[in-house]
């Protein structure tokens, strides 16, 4: 059992940026491939970016790329995703995720085991 916890999330002005965190427990975070993804009001659950188990592979989808970092750090079992250049568009609840599946399956939502609750990003224009 992987419990997630998200944290990072708030009010930023278009153009600014943002970090957010996801904490996972439990001692078996590095043999999960992490990814985070995003919903907004009226839409489906969108992937945004997931990153390998040892942080060497990462994927985005394409409104992230150039403007948006996921890594992760397995001592502090942390997963992270920065966002610069904050666009409107970006205003969604984010959540990180887990899969015991290669990280090349992770742009899948139903590849995921593990979910966290989500943290608000608004991005005002």
């Known amino acids: 059992q992987v419990q997630l916890v998200e944290s990072g999330g708030g009010l930023v002005q278009a153009g600014g940026s943002l970090r957010l965190s996801c904490a996972a427990s439990g001692r078996t975070f590095s043999t999960y491939a992490m990814g985070w993804f995003r919903q907004a009001p009226g839409k489906e659950r969108e992937f945004v970016a997931v990153i390998s188990r040892t942080g060497v592979n990462t994927y985005y989808t394409d409104s992230a790329k150039g403007r948006f970092t996921i890594s992760r750090d397995n001592a502090k079992n942390t997963v992270y995703l920065q966002m610069n250049s904050l666009k409107f568009e970006d205003t969604a609840v984010y959540y990180c995720?887990?899969?015991?599946?290669?990280?090349?399956?992770?742009?899948?939502?139903?590849?995921?085991?593990?979910w966290g609750q989500g943290t608000q990003v608004t991005v005002s224009s």
């Open positions: 995720a887990a899969t015991a599946s290669p990280y090349y399956h992770g742009r899948y939502y139903n590849a995921y085991d593990y």
